[in-house]
């Protein structure tokens, strides 16, 4: 068995009843000294005492266990209880009375869940005590037992703070690297898409031409992936995505942009829309595109290729509104639930959408506008509902 730690004398301190228990047994015993020691099987150590007899050993004193009785009740797993030593059978020329002076003794086994061994709870004092009557024994039990309880509760506690401050450290790495690698990755990706954007200013040849279009395509694809996953880090550090509300009367063109970029990005899909944006919105107008982006991306890769996507948007009430809808199989009520949090995919008929982070993101975007991101699925259609004040 490990020696003890000083956690050991602090989760016992950090009981609060504990100095209260060990005053009310002195004071039922009529003992002058008893406290709790964590008890191996090298040394003892005093975690909390009551003291009447100024032997002055303060928590975290360790005492040299061959010199205590305590020993035995580890070893052997069982209670002892002296009410005279001058009498008492097995204990009148026993070596440790003497070493303290005392002529009445208990020392109760505390034990912690699952049978391990803790230490005791132990008293003592220079007078004889009746302590073996049936009542004073079982009173002593019972208090072991809540001791035993309390310092379960404790390392419990202890452990899943400890637990809890490592995964904290361990979760600000990971954001800090995922926030250097997407910085890193930019500068490659700008020269990519400058080095594609020289060549289509140069070349005539139409098969290049295409071949740079796919290479800035895949440049904003990958561009998108990475600020997915700098508005995850962002959101998991500071806890809100950053939004710059201000009051904006040209949302309707801001949409309108977005779709016609999809369309380019999916020419073989078809894109539909019903804008009616007649009052300003206070919001920030990037992230709102963003937020329509996603999703619409997500019911472009896994809606019904075969049938359009739309969005509508209006003003009214004092409430702006959002929606795509796209036919498709129904999402089941259980992946619903799920379907905000982070890198969860909606991975219908196969196909992957990325990271996964396009939908949390767009619930982050909306939280930062006070507003809320619905979804319902039913009837072969999905419905994806933004709302917000104005």
Not at 312 to 328: I, K, P, Q
């Amino acid at each position: 068995m490990s020696s003890p730690t000083p956690s050991d004398v602090e989760i016992v301190q950090s009981i609060a009843a504990v100095p209260r228990m060990l005053r009310v047994i002195a004071h039922t015993t009529g003992l002058r000294w008893v406290a709790v020691a964590r008890v191996t099987a090298s040394d003892l150590t005093i975690c909390a005492v009551h003291d009447e007899l100024a032997f002055g050993f303060a928590p975290g004193a360790v005492l040299e266990i061959t010199k205590t009785l305590c020993d035995k009740v580890r070893r052997e797993q069982t209670s002892i209880i002296i009410d005279n030593v001058a009498t008492d059978r097995d204990y009148h020329e026993h070596p440790v009375p003497p070493i303290y002076g005392f002529q009445s003794y208990f020392s109760i086994p505390i034990h912690r869940k699952g049978g391990e061994f803790f230490g005791t709870l132990c008293g003592l004092n220079t007078a004889p005590a009746k302590l073996s009557d049936e009542a004073t024994r079982e009173s002593l039990e019972l208090y072991a037992q809540l001791l035993s309880s309390q310092i379960d509760d404790r390392h419990s506690l202890s452990a899943a703070r400890e637990a809890l401050v490592e995964e904290q450290d361990i979760s600000k790495m990971r954001e800090r690297l995922i926030g250097i690698l997407g910085h890193d990755l930019r500068t490659p990706l700008s020269a990519i898409s400058a080095c594609a954007g020289l060549v289509r200013l140069i070349s005539e040849d139409e098969r290049t031409l295409k071949a740079m279009s796919r290479i800035n395509l895949s440049v904003e694809r990958i561009s998108m992936l990475i600020d997915s996953v700098m508005d995850f880090t962002r959101s998991k550090v500071g806890g809100a995505l950053a939004s710059n509300l201000e009051p904006h009367c040209q949302m309707q063109q801001v949409l309108a942009h977005v779709i016609e970029e999809l369309k380019l990005a999916y020419p073989d899909r078809t894109i539909t829309a019903d804008l009616s944006l007649t009052d300003p919105i206070s919001c920030d107008a990037m992230r709102i595109a963003q937020l329509a982006s996603n999703l619409l991306v997500n019911a472009l890769l896994h809606g019904d290729q075969q049938a359009p996507v739309r969005l509508e948007a209006r003003t009214a009430d004092n409430r702006f509104t959002l929606a795509v809808t796209n036919s498709g199989d129904v999402i089941p009520a259980a992946r619903l639930a799920t379907l905000f949090d982070p890198f969860s995919k909606t991975d219908r008929k196969g196909k992957q959408g990325g990271l996964g982070l396009g939908l949390y993101i767009a619930a982050e975007i909306a939280k930062a506008h006070h507003g809320e991101l619905g979804v319902e699925s039913s009837a072969g259609k999905t419905v994806f509902t933004l709302t917000m004040p104005l």
